[in-house]
């Protein structure tokens, strides 16, 4: 599983998803995107990259959780 922040210097966590599913052995990697930005449009290219979850800070660790457990 992987946790990434949508605003993230250098690389968006979109183009991190984007570059991870160019990889062969992370292209299959559970995305889970913890970020501030919960406009609908960056809700939207998440899902759209295949994104499992997408959850707006400030976050409910027990939803962080709950999440984890399910993808592990």
Partial sequence: MIILDVTMPG?????VVEEL????????AP???LTARHQYED???GMDLAVVSY????????KLL???S???
């Fill in 43 to 45: 809700v939207k290219t």
């Fill in 70 to 72: 399910g993808l592990l």
């Fill in 31 to 33: 995305v889970t995107m």
């Fill in 55 to 62: 959850i707006s800070k400030p976050y409910d660790s027990k």
């Fill in 21 to 28: 599913q160019k990889d062969e052995r992370a292209k299959n």
């Fill in 11 to 15: 690389l968006s966590g979109f183009q």
């Fill in 66 to 68: 709950r999440i984890v």
